[in-house]
């Protein structure tokens, strides 16, 4: 079958786009995929290095309903529509999938217009506006939650789990010390925090980490510590004026890769993030005890949804940014040392909630299309 993969922006979109490329793979070898992005975001360089066919169309973010950009956004999304449709006949496309981004709403609406059958992956609690207009038109979508299906209706609506790249959840034979002794200066028996504010980072975490992290080192705990490429200087300047050094436990990285990023799920003992659905999947499907720190200014406040769900089913923990301070975080984290148990049961309880086969559910969805 020849399936056309939309999303870009993000790790967020890009990521659950490539594992269902790997999916269809193994589920149909013999089909033909092709990767439809944004020209300036991310999966430019992401997803011809995981070697997929890829091309680039016009897309931009629209910040505000009704603002000066709008025009220019509109002008860009039509761009990126007749592009894509281009793109789609000359590849003789017979589905498209979005899985989330302003590039995937251009090839989505040229997918329909074409009369083929399409797939979204909507995996936040809440919804986003261009999932919400897709889901009109959408074959099948597919959710995280339950508590998604009103949004969309019984009849296409498939809870999934969200797709997730191959070897992110390292084989059980990978203990966590072995995990901490591949990044150097991380101590193989000490308790390990990970902190990542999504794939770009997100400096708000990065300053109540930094606050709180000589308390954290003093008590014994290392942090490994994503700060995201545009904030890693600045990270790093900040960090060593208040002493931290990857020698008394504190490393921060730019970015973890994909061979990084298992690594570091399965080396911490607890996650400092972000409540993007991408992230918390992850940490769902590795069993890792998640603090959730949403970005207040995500749309429809989403990814507080996302962190409320996750509490609720006592995988993690929700703590809104504006009333968390470093040294409550600090204190937090060091009770949560104090208590395995505790540990133990949000580990369990993220597993149960997250669903390792997402990504072969997502693509034998595709091919019964």
């Known amino acids: ?126 919804p986003g506006r261009t999932n919400r207009l897709l889901g009109r038109f959408a074959k099948k979508v597919c959710l995280v939650f339950p508590e998604s299906i009103p949004a969309f209706g019984k009849e296409k609506s498939v809870v999934t789990g969200l797709p997730l790249r191959s070897g992110i959840v390292l084989p059980s034979e990978v ?23 999504g794939s770009q980072g997100a400096q708000a975490v990065n300053n109540l980490v930094l606050g709180a992290a000589q308390d954290l080192l003093a008590a014994g705990v290392q942090i490994l510590h994503q700060t995201g490429p545009k904030n890693f200087e600045l990270v790093t300047e900040q960090a060593k004026a208040l002493g931290l050094t990857p020698e008394k436990g ?36 590795n069993g890792l005890p998640a603090m959730v720190i949403p970005l207040p200014s995500a749309y429809a406040d989403h990814q507080t949804a996302n962190a409320r769900a996750l509490e609720k089913a006592g995988a993690g923990l929700h703590r809104a940014e504006n009333s968390l301070t470093a040294e409550k975080l600090s204190t937090e984290i060091l009770e949560l040392r104090a208590a395995p148990e505790r540990l133990a049961a949000m580990s369990q309880a993220g597993r149960a909630l997250g669903k390792a086969e997402a990504a072969e559910t997502v693509a034998k969805l595709i091919l019964a299309l």
């Open 175 to 197: 203990t966590p010390q072995e995990a901490r002794c591949r990044f150097t200066g991380l101590r193989p028996d000490a308790f390990t925090v990970l902190v990542a504010g």
């Open 1 to 126: 079958m020849r399936v056309v993969v939309s999303g870009g922006g993000t790790g967020g979109h890009i990521f659950p786009a490539l594992a269902v490329v790997e999916a269809l793979e193994r589920v149909d070898p013999e089909g033909e995929r092709l990767y439809i992005g944004g020209s300036t975001g991310m999966e430019t360089q992401i997803v011809p290095e995981a070697g997929v066919l890829f091309q680039a169309v016009t897309a931009k973010k629209l910040r505000k309903l009704v603002s000066p950009g709008t025009v220019g956004v509109a002008w860009s999304l039509l761009k990126g529509y007749r592009e894509a449709r281009t793109y789609l006949k000359a590849f003789k496309a017979e589905a498209v999938v979005g899985t989330g981004g302003y590039v995937a709403g251009a090839a989505m609406l040229a997918g329909v217009t074409l009369g083929l059958p399409t797939l979204i992956l909507a995996p936040d609690l809440i």
């Open 250 to 285: 504190y490393l921060p990285l730019a970015f973890f890769d994909a061979t990084q990023m298992p690594l570091a799920l399965r080396a911490a003992d607890i996650f400092v993030c972000r409540g993007g659905i991408s992230t918390l999947s992850e940490a769902m499907a």
